[in-house]
């Protein structure tokens, strides 16, 4: 039984960085598009970056555009997103997934893709 497993998660000032992992067990992402999603305090998850596994491509919503990073390990079946120049307003609960068929990008519901992960809790605080 597959499974994702996110880490890296913590209490930070704003405009400092910290770097998320999404590792896989139990499958091998290739052939998987992956996507980091978050859900802010009262808000609505939002799928904020992802590897589409249709053509190559790495995205970003553009409220993270130029300070987050996306980037993978397959040899360590391993996604990761690069957070810096963080704000309050990325303070949330941040989770990975994927699958298949579509490319993770919007769902109110991460159990309608293939796998996802359980979080890891993002603090941007003075």
């Known amino acids: 039984q597959g499974q994702l497993v996110e880490s890296g998660g913590g209490v930070v000032p704003p405009g400092g960085s910290l770097r998320l992992s999404c590792a896989a067990s139990?499958?091998?992402?290739?052939?998987?598009?992956i996507g980091w999603f978050r859900q802010a305090p009262g808000k609505e998850l939002e799928g904020i970056s992802w590897?589409?596994?249709?053509?190559?491509?790495?995205y970003y919503v553009e409220s993270v555009k130029g300070r987050f990073t996306i980037s993978r390990d397959n040899a360590k079946s391993t996604v990761y997103l690069q957070m810096d120049s963080l704000r309050s307003e990325d303070t949330g609960i941040y989770y990975c997934?994927?699958?298949?068929?579509?490319?993770?990008?919007?769902?109110?519901?991460?159990?309608?893709?293939?796998?996802w992960g359980q979080g890891t809790q993002v603090t941007v605080s003075s």
């Open positions: 997934a994927a699958d298949q068929g579509v490319d993770p990008v919007i769902a109110s519901d991460l159990s309608i893709f293939d796998y």
């Open positions: 139990g499958f091998s992402l290739d052939g998987y598009s």
């Open positions: 590897f589409s596994k249709f053509d190559g491509g790495a």
